[in-house]
């Protein structure tokens, strides 16, 4: 059974770090491209960042490119996102989400597995 478990949110000031962490299990996650996605209230969700099955390619949305990092660490069989010079508009649930069997691909058509969020608040 896949199970992909977020963690690491929580309340922050504008200009803030955050580390999420999503721990994956039930499938071999070093052959699997992965990405996370957000949801802010009210709106739709939002791709924010993925990676290869090796971590050597990474991308990026606009909106959090420069501040935002993503990493997997395949012998944890975790994933990672640091989040830096947080913003009021980068309040959301967090999802993690595995990706396609890849060894290039940072980015998949579909994403069938999702882990529960983590709600990430950014405010003074």
């Known amino acids: 059974e896949v199970q992909l478990v977020e963690s690491g949110g929580g309340l922050v000031q504008p200009g803030g770090s955050l580390r999420l962490s999503c721990a994956a299990s039930?499938?071999?996650?070093?052959?699997?491209?992965m990405s996370w996605v957000r949801q802010a209230p009210g709106k739709g969700l939002e791709w924010v960042s993925g990676?290869?099955?090796?971590?050597?390619?990474?991308s990026y949305a606009d909106s959090v490119k420069g501040r935002f990092t993503i990493s997997r660490d395949n012998a944890k069989n975790t994933l990672y996102l640091q989040m830096n010079s947080l913003k009021p508009e980068d309040a959301a649930v967090y999802y993690c989400?595995?990706?396609?069997?890849?060894?290039?691909?940072?980015?998949?058509?579909?994403?069938?597995?999702w882990g529960q969020g983590t709600q990430v608040t950014v405010s003074s």
């Open positions: 990676i290869n099955s090796n971590g050597g390619r990474t």
């Open positions: 989400a595995k990706g396609c069997l890849s060894p290039t691909a940072t980015m998949c058509p579909v994403y069938r597995y």
């Open positions: 039930g499938f071999t996650f070093s052959t699997y491209a």
